[in-house]
């Protein structure tokens, strides 16, 4: 467990938001972030910054009144540095929080490296996932995390909880091989709308593999 004192926080947001946590849960590539509260009558929530370069965060997650937030789908055998800021309801936000670090271990199951490209029809790595997770409709979008054997055609859908197809986000696009970042979904179906809180599916098809991601959504 890490722990610091958080520092630099906006005169009207100190109070208690005093310290940091960092307790790998449930499995190897999940963690969560505990912090103190802040007692401001005007606080309106906290933000959860990280990423794998120390002071340099790529990502966030705006958790709102809450004092602990899990992260899912961590890369094993990474390690994560990890900052909080609290805001107020005028939109002000605080300096950085004192940053804790994490790392994310390897685990005895983690799927092997893909195979060379001409070693037979594209397939899916075994570690799929989205981040951040769970996101909010209409301030962040969802980034989904795959891995190709070989360059080919992927399709990438959104199924609610009774396996009907919301939105098909990727149909037969072609993708290379190895990891691929650049698919997002931001909450809507395909008419537009944005889709209710809950837990939806998230279905990547490539050749005759396919791989399902549990999504989260929250406003």
Request: charge should be neutral; include cysteine.
């Amino acid at each position: 467990m890490n722990r610091m004192n958080l520092s630099n926080l906006y005169r009207k947001l100190v109070a208690r938001l005093c310290s940091l946590m960092i307790l790998p849960v449930l499995t190897p590539a999940t963690v969560t972030v505990s912090w103190d509260a802040n007692t401001e009558n005007d606080l309106a929530g906290y933000r959860i910054y990280y990423g794998e370069r120390s002071r340099n965060y790529d990502l966030k997650i705006t958790a709102g009144k809450v004092t602990s937030h899990r992260i899912d789908g961590l890369m094993p055998g990474k390690r994560y540095f990890f900052a909080v800021t609290a805001y107020d309801l005028s939109g002000n936000e605080s300096g950085f929080s004192s940053e804790v670090n994490v790392d994310i271990p390897q685990g005895q199951d983690d799927p092997p490296p893909p195979p060379p490209a001409d070693d037979g029809p594209t397939t899916l790595g075994a570690l799929v996932y989205n981040f951040p997770n769970p996101f909010r409709v209409g301030q962040e979008t969802t980034t989904i995390r795959y891995e190709l054997s070989s360059p080919g055609d992927i399709t990438i859908e959104i199924l609610d909880m009774n396996n009907s197809l919301l939105s098909r986000l990727v149909a037969n696009g072609f993708r290379r091989a190895g990891e691929n970042t650049q698919d997002r979904w931001d909450g809507r179906n395909d008419a537009g709308e944005f889709v209710a809180n809950g837990v939806y599916f998230c279905r990547i098809r490539a050749g005759g593999t396919q791989r399902f991601v549990k999504i989260a959504v929250i406003r």
